[in-house]
């Protein structure tokens, strides 16, 4: 423990850890974002370029931000300015709180939409609803502002609640077994969106690859995908990584936590496109996808009414584990680097996301803007600098050892690091200036 952060706390256990880091990980990117990116982007082709990159990237770029947050014992600005004193590599800090922030408000929109859907469900407003009359249902909540920014700044509201009373670690007891749920609900969505009649062309949608569907564009949004759905390139998996015991496996936890969290988003695809097709809509129906297609399913099925206020509750409560992490990069920033007080700092940076988020709210451009340039751009930029950072700047004695630190030798070491040196950077640094048509 550092002596300037004499208030750091750590977690107690390994699940701790890793419920902490899949909670802010698993969340609307997996059942909201995962499929509608998916959809728009050609199905089975851009699945197995995601898949990759969660392997290839995704997984090192977490163990590397893991191993710089433990060994710096500080926020991710912090901990770059301790790890290379004098040098630039703050900056990353300095994009990450920026990609919170925006990140954050257009988040707290989209949660707001799970919010209004947690009380259409609850006044039973979807019974009876057709596809089309789904469809309008959505838009005219996207179309009525003061609804969307209500439920925006309840959301935020609550965010900033839970991280200005330190009460994370509370919440996290009840994720480890609401998450769970969430998966159990998915799977038996599963059973009934895959029964539907004509539900097999969806799952040759997401299944059955079109090579011919790759374009630079989307290997670049399968990347920002992979990136916003792990959680990384932003340092929030640094400000985890500061808090995790010395004792526990940094591979062991960046495996589990990319596992679970390709799990749910793989299976929520396998929820969603069957039904998309059975009730003939277009799987490229961009933001409104996961909310205009399961209340159908819910609609055709046994306990329609439960099951999907159910779903719509974990949903909320899997966006709050995720909104916790992202306003917490924020605030320990404030905290430790401004030295503002906890409560001040989680208010003004509520504030700010506020502002922005009801900007989201009434303007989809600017929605859309945050949301591809957060996870197109800044993520993965975020990504390819830590990754230089770990495997080209601060010598590899002090990764080997962090990462060793739990007293197992890591066997998968020398992958690890040829990945971060080369693979890793060449392939994002690629992907990035084709993506974008520079070169
Ligand atoms: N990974 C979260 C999700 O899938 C979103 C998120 C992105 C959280 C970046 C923190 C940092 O919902």
Not at 11 to 21: L, P, R, S, V, W
Not at 177 to 203: C, F, W
Not at 301 to 320: E, H
Not at 323 to 329: F, M
Request: hydrophobic content about 55%; aromatic content about 14%.
């Amino acid at each position: 423990m550092s002596s300037n952060t004499p208030s750091r706390d750590s977690f107690t256990n390994k699940f701790g850890i890793i419920a902490a880091a899949a909670g802010s990980a698993i969340g609307l990117g997996n059942i909201w974002r995962f499929p509608y990116v998916l959809g728009e982007n050609g199905g089975g082709a851009f699945l197995l370029v995601y898949l990759a990159f969660v392997l290839i990237i995704g997984v090192p770029v977490m163990i590397s931000e893991l191993l710089i947050g433990r060994r710096a014992q500080l926020n991710v600005f912090g901990a770059f300015r301790k790890l290379a004193p004098g040098q630039f590599w703050y900056l990353i800090g300095v994009m990450g709180v920026g990609a919170a922030f925006l990140i954050l408000a257009f988040y707290s929109v989209v949660a707001g939409w799970t919010l209004h859907y947690v009380y259409l469900s609850l006044t039973n407003s979807l019974a009876g609803n057709t596809p089309g009359g789904m469809i309008e249902t959505f838009e005219n909540v996207q179309a009525t502002k003061g609804l969307s920014v209500f439920w925006t700044l309840l959301f935020l509201g609550a965010t900033a609640y839970i991280v200005r009373s330190g009460i994370e670690k509370g919440i996290e007891k009840y994720t480890k077994v609401l998450m769970p749920l969430l998966l159990l609900i998915i799977l038996i969505l599963i059973v009934r969106s895959v029964t539907l009649e004509g539900a097999s062309e969806g799952l040759a949608f997401l299944f059955n690859p079109d090579f011919s569907k790759i374009t630079s564009d989307v290997v670049l949004e399968a990347l920002g995908q992979a990136f916003f759905s792990l959680s990384i390139g932003m340092g929030v998996i640094v400000t985890y990584g500061s808090y995790i015991k010395k004792s526990e496996s940094l591979g062991g936890t960046a495996l589990s936590v990319s596992l679970a969290d390709t799990l749910i988003a793989v299976l929520a695809g396998v929820a969603i496109f069957p039904a998309a097709f059975a009730f003939d809509m277009a799987p490229n129906q961009g933001p409104g996808l996961v909310f205009i297609t399961l209340p159908n399913i819910f609609n055709q099925m046994v306990g329609g009414y439960f099951f999907g206020l159910l779903f719509f509750v974990l949903l909320t409560i899997a966006a709050l584990t995720s909104s916790i992490s992202l306003l917490e990069v924020v605030v320990a920033y404030f905290t430790e680097e401004l030295k503002l007080k906890r409560k001040r700092a989680t208010w003004i940076a509520a504030g700010i996301t506020g502002i922005l988020g009801i900007v989201c709210a009434f303007n989809s451009s600017v929605f859309n803007v945050f949301d591809k340039f957060s996870s197109n751009i800044l993520l993965p930029l975020g990504g390819l600098l830590i990754v230089i950072f770990v495997g080209w700047v601060i010598g590899p004695t002090m990764p080997r050892e962090e990462i060793e630190a739990d007293g197992r030798k890591a066997h998968y070491y020398k992958g690890f690091l040829f990945i971060i040196k080369f693979v890793a950077p060449v392939a994002i640094a690629l992907v990035f200036l084709k993506g974008l048509g520079w070169i």
